[in-house]
């Protein structure tokens, strides 16, 4: 358990400080194309327009990534600040500094997060505008001195000692090495905080006194993924066989490297390929003199093209790089493919992967096992969710709504994943468990939805369904309802646990907010709030429309003493998985009872215009009357 904390951990932090830099690649490439183009040893040498050069990697990418650190921790107050902080660090140093943003950004968001936490309510009507500008400035003055002060000398002299250990490195050819670490790191997610939060700014440094550096192709070298891929495509089996050559591609035209990661967990030795692979390929780089003079985001093979430059020596070491690294992945990764045993799972390996990643793969869907039309005469429809309390819930009370209005006798339930039954004609997941509910029931016809509260695909399935029905009127009164619990709910949306104007830094604050109170209330067991966490972490409880669900997993139901709601307002916001979300109700539901109440809420949540209202609602009966209105 310590040991899967702290890889948590150590993935918010890369996430983090991946997240300063990857908004402003577009910045990054706007910068290197203008090195690119008119210094003296450009395509086009122009000392006019060169003259943008430093003043971008000085100022400009700095404080871009300052700012959106600032904004990260505490929206437009903190980038504000954050960049303010980070003046102080580019002043006092005559190196781009991109490590003391990344510092200083998220230092000053949340200073003045905390300030605002602090006078909250003790403000008089009439000088909030005066008190949020002036502590805005001299918080951030004060901030942008101690900086110029301290904060600068310090990453100028750690960022000088890592240039001189990089160089040392190169000098006694031990660069390759770094292969051992940077491959298995890219596996666990580490990919973006290991190039854009250390080789990035390094590189940029390199950048501006030698015209390239190799540090940007250490990680983004699409060679051994490639070799990997193709490997599968004459080794492999099954569907990881069928799928390969569509990875390969999207890996290295794309650059989205996380799409060959199932395929090493699928056979972790293949970890060796990629780690021989790196290696060959840096040693090729720095055997030719191989160097971007830019980053190159996403690592494809047309990035690294752009950002290499422009003379025949630099194109044929890095082409070369990564041609030799493709070719060593291959033949390694086609030795263990043939000597081993393969029981691969490609769908079971792309949810392990989606599952370390901590959120949603934007490559996940492509493992999802094709299948043909609709089914006739459907007479089930099953949603499905890990635990079968909240999300499948919700979206079933849509869709029953739905098929009602659309006069079908179909039945609609939801479920768990584990207990979806084995009849289920056309089952509904979300994109990340649709896998999982493939090999449950695979002769089911499977239906993966991003959005439960508002997705297309509910009436694309209606529309669908009613060209071909016939279900007698028995199996509709089989029909779950919401009504059939209408005895049980009484008083499960209590005043008391709806909260209004909250702010929470992080998913996982809310989510224990929300977790707490359904302690207090005496629904759940203190246990319950691990699960929540863990339930999120598996897969989003993320809905649509700015709602989420939190709840706890499928085992945590014996921790749930009754079923119990909160409602907790969000005004400003809070980011789940890169989805902004103001409204949270964190659910506990036993025997059934809560299923009345969800549905109303998933019924009042489908249309955005509740959801402005229950955000903008000033007291707690008043949001509850929109609940209970629909």
């Known amino acids: 358990m310590a040991q899967s904390n702290i890889k948590v951990a150590v993935q918010k932090f890369g996430n983090f400080l991946s997240s300063m830099v990857m908004p402003n690649i577009g910045a990054f490439i706007a910068w290197g194309l203008i090195t690119a183009l008119f210094i003296p040893t450009g395509f086009f040498p122009n000392e006019s327009l ?17 700012y959106t650190g600032g904004k990260l921790v505490h929206d ?51 000088f909030e505008m005066l008190i949020n500008n002036f502590s805005a400035g001299i918080l951030g003055g004060i901030l942008a001195i101690l900086a110029f002060l301290g904060v600068s000398p310090a990453v100028d002299g750690f960022t000088g000692a890592l240039v001189v250990g990089v160089d040392w490195m190169v000098a006694h050819g031990l660069l390759p090495l770094t292969s051992i670490l940077i491959e298995p790191a ?45 490997a599968y495509c004459f080794f492999g089996k099954g569907t990881a066989k069928q799928s390969a050559p569509g990875a390969a591609i999207i890996h290295f035209i794309g650059g989205i490297h996380e799409i060959y990661f199932p395929y090493v967990l699928m ?32 690592g494809s093979i047309l990035a690294i093209l752009a950002a290499t430059p422009g003379n025949a020596g630099s194109y044929v070491a890095n082409i070369s790089g990564v041609l030799v690294a493709a070719v060593v992945s291959f033949i390694v990764g086609s030795l263990i493919l043939k000597t081993g045993k393969q029981t691969e799972d490609l769908d079971e390996a792309a949810r392990k992967m989606q599952e370390m990643k901590g959120k949603k793969s934007s490559v996940a869907g492509s493992f999802t096992k094709p299948q043909g039309d609709v089914p006739a005469s459907v007479q089930k429809i099953v949603f499905a969710c890990d635990a079968g309390m909240g999300s499948s819930a919700m979206g079933a ?100 646990n709806v909260f209004l104007n909250q702010h929470f830094s992080s998913k996982e604050e809310a989510i224990r907010f929300a977790g707490s109170v359904l302690v207090k209330g005496g629904y759940v067991e203190e246990n319950y709030v691990e699960a929540m966490i863990e339930r999120d972490n598996m897969t989003s409880t993320y809905m649509g429309n700015d709602v989420a669900i939190p709840h706890g997993t499928e085992e945590a139901k ?26 949270i ?26 959801i402005e209202k229950m955000v903008h609602a000033k007291s707690a009966k008043e949001l509850m009357a929109i609940i209970q209105s629909n």
């Open 267 to 298: 056979r972790p030795l293949l970890i060796i390929a990629a780690i021989l692979g790196g290696m060959s390929g840096v040693f090729t780089f720095v055997l030719l003199g191989g160097g971007l003079q830019a980053v190159a985001s996403p």
């Open 76 to 126: 437009q107050r903190g980038g504000v600040v954050g960049a303010i902080a980070t003046m102080g660090v580019i002043v006092g140093s005559d190196i781009p500094m991109f490590l003391g943003a990344m510092i200083m950004g998220p230092l000053g968001g949340y200073i003045i997060k905390k300030f605002d936490q602090f006078i909250e309510g003790k403000v008089k009507t009439g």
């Open 558 to 583: 014996k921790n749930v003493l009754r079923s119990g709601f909160t409602v907790i307002q969000v005004p400003e916001g809070v980011d789940f998985d890169g989805e902004k979300v103001r409204l």
């Open 50 to 66: 060169a003259k943008l050069v430093d003043p971008m990697v000085k100022y400009l990418l700095p404080l871009l990534i300052g």
């Open 397 to 496: 009370s849509l869709l029953r709504k739905k098929v009602k209005q659309a006069d079908l006798n179909i039945s609609v339930t939801n479920t768990a994943i584990s207990n979806i039954p084995s009849d289920a004609q056309i089952v509904i997941t979300q994109e990340e468990l649709t896998p999982r509910a493939q090999n449950k029931v695979p002769d089911a016809y499977h239906i993966s939805v991003d959005n439960f509260l508002s997705s297309p695909e509910y009436d694309k399935l209606i529309d669908q369904l009613k060209n071909d029905h016939t279900t007698s009127k028995a199996e509709e009164e089989k029909n779950v309802s919401a009504e059939n619990y209408t005895d049980s709910n009484d008083g499960l949306l209590k005043e008391e």
């Open 186 to 230: 890219k596996i666990l997610f580490l990919n973006n905080a290991i190039n854009h939060g250390i080789l990035s700014p390094i590189g940029a440094e390199q950048i501006r006194t030698n015209g390239q550096s190799i540090l940007l192709l250490l990680e983004t070298n699409p060679g051994p993924g490639l070799g990997i891929l193709l």
């Open 585 to 610: 109700f964190g659910i506990a539901g036993k025997d059934g009872t809560h299923l009345e109440i969800l549905s109303g809420i998933a019924i009042t949540c489908s249309d955005m215009n509740n």
